[in-house]
């Protein structure tokens, strides 16, 4: 296995001038603008008195900045802690605090949220947006900062070379990252992932969808999880792959407008998007044609026509739309296949770092997540048919959660195998399905098992439903839908919209599992960064 610092040693060496990394409509860095930073930092970690192994936060908002910061700090052997820049200013002193981070990378607006006096391990703080320097405490780390460039001219006065880089491989088994999940159930873990691990999803992201020096990608999804950071960041860049970022959340206009000019190889997203996509412009296309279908051969050649104008609306240089964080919603997943769109919705989770099933899409079956990257078991009597805990091995998963026993005490087999705490089955083909989380999971009065997610994914067809999560109340199954209703729909159809909603979905439901009540939501329901639904604020 190839150490994925070796290759960006490699691609900067072999590819100076080119663009490495780049803000949408902003700046813009080259390779050999990486390696003086990169060595920069060296510097100064060394007049600072920081060494290898200290931890360095980072909490901003996407940008090519933010991704420089990465790479100054786990390039020179530290230990880089992603945090999500909306994450609560309680909570990113909190995280900050335990991950015991000496600096931290953020954005000014951010940073005067926060109360440095409860931050007593920190020795500075460092705009992302300037490099300059917000708060110090410590007056040797502010000076080495200060100094960064002085003492880079006088260590390279003829400037950075090529021949100078040299990157660090023989730290597999070290500490890289300690990413904090911002799971579906509550409280925040420090997932500690080293660089044998990275390197892993490194390498299978090679064999799976594959790049080449030159190509670019639109980076999206936040920075500070693991499904944008691995796939959309490090994997490409590495490779030669110049990243844009757009920052914020784009409105679709912005995000289309972003994919034409960049053009990616690659879109890396979340269902909800596609989903948007499908709604905004695939479906009333569809509605618009309907009429051809009635002419034999003609369904195949609407949906030929409408397929090549989605790829051209993406830049039209995309070998695959990797989706993953939730699943898709049925109708939607099946007009994608039948449209031939070059689409697969993964499995992965951040101590998996992140990936634990795929499938390239002229295999991928509609309804599974793939088949496993590593190692993946049912822990099930009848895998194929009866649900049990998914569970993985693997060089990508975590070696455990930072300073915290009790859960590094209960993630594991007592043979060594990592529970993921979701339920599914496995097909004789190796395509995993997954059911749904176990702590979600219902136990009905007579000892059937209802999984919430199956019950969404037929609520998620139904009228004027947008997106749904189903509870256990009292022992009774509860939906509660945050619905998409006409303005000009009148009174009383509005007061029948819950009845509807139920007796539209217990149609396609077994009687075990029938909705006994639907509650319209006013406002959508607040979730995670890749879009998976917060599950625990909801009972």
Avoid at 1 to 27: F, P, S
Avoid at 270 to 293: Q, R, T
Avoid at 471 to 485: C, H, N
């Amino acid at each position: 296995m190839k150490h994925y610092l070796k290759k960006l040693e490699e691609t900067i060496r072999e590819h100076w001038d080119q663009k490495a990394l780049c803000d949408y409509n902003g700046d813009s860095f080259t390779y050999a603008d990486l390696a003086a930073n990169i060595e920069q930092f060296r510097l100064f970690l060394k007049e600072a008195g920081i060494t290898k192994r200290n931890k360095i936060a980072i909490c901003a908002r996407n940008s090519a900045r933010w991704a420089i910061a990465f790479w100054d700090v786990n390039v020179n052997g530290c230990v880089a802690v992603p945090l999500l820049a909306d994450f609560h200013p309680n909570s990113i002193i909190a995280l900050t605090h335990h991950s015991d981070s000496v600096l931290l990378f953020t954005d000014k607006d951010i940073w005067e949220k926060l109360n440095p006096q409860q931050l007593p391990v920190l020795k500075a703080a460092i705009n992302v947006k300037d490099w300059s320097l917000l708060w110090h405490r410590d007056e040797k780390v502010a000076k080495a900062w200060e100094n960064r460039e002085k003492a880079f001219s006088q260590r390279h006065p003829k400037g950075m070379q090529p021949e100078n880089v040299t990157y660090p491989t023989n730290n597999m088994d070290k500490l890289a990252i300690i990413n904090y999940t911002s799971g579906t159930t509550g409280n925040p873990k420090g997932v500690m992932l080293t660089y044998g691990a990275l390197s892993d999803t490194d390498e299978f992201s090679n064999t799976q969808f594959p790049n080449h020096p030159g190509d670019t990608i639109v980076s999206m999804l936040p920075m500070a999880h693991m499904y944008g950071l691995a796939i959309e960041f490090i994997h490409p860049n590495v490779d030669g792959v110049t990243v844009y970022f757009l920052g914020k959340t784009p409105s679709p206009s912005t995000l289309l407008k972003a994919m034409h000019d960049v053009k990616p190889y690659m879109v890396v997203t979340v269902p909800l998007v596609m989903e948007k996509v499908y709604a905004n412009s695939i479906k009333p296309a569809l509605e618009k044609m309907h009429w051809l279908s009635n002419i034999p051969f003609s369904k195949k050649l609407i949906y030929s026509i409408i397929r090549k104008k989605v790829l051209s609306a993406f830049g039209g240089k995309v070998q695959c739309f990797i989706m993953g964080g939730a699943p898709l919603k049925p109708e939607v997943e099946q007009c994608f296949k039948e449209m031939r769109l070059p689409f697969t919705v993964g499995y992965g989770m951040t101590e998996a770092c992140p990936l634990l099933g795929w499938e390239w899409w002229p295999n991928f079956v509609v309804g599974s997540c793939g088949k496993p990257v590593h190692e993946i078991r049912i822990d099930s009597e009848d895998p194929q048919n009866t649900a049990g805990e998914i569970q993985a091995k693997g060089a990508n998963i975590t070696v455990g959660y930072y300073k915290n026993p009790e859960a590094n005490a209960v993630a594991f087999t007592d043979d060594g195998w990592f529970r993921t705490g979701d339920l599914g089955t496995m097909d004789e083909e190796g395509n995993i399905f997954i059911r749904g989380r176990i702590k979600s999971m219902i136990l009905n009065s007579s000892g059937q098992n209802i999984y919430p997610e199956e019950l969404e994914a037929v609520l998620s067809g139904c009228p004027y439903v947008v997106e749904s999560l189903v509870v256990e109340r009292e022992r009774k199954i509860v939906a509660l839908v945050y619905p998409d209703i006409p303005d000009d729909l009148d009174a009383e159809a509005r007061k029948d919209i819950p009845q509807l909603i139920r007796s539209t979905a217990n149609k396609s439901l077994p009687s075990y599992s029938q909705i006994n009540k639907v509650e319209l939501m006013d406002t959508p329901f607040e979730k995670t960064p890749k879009m998976s639904i917060k599950r625990f604020l909801y009972k």
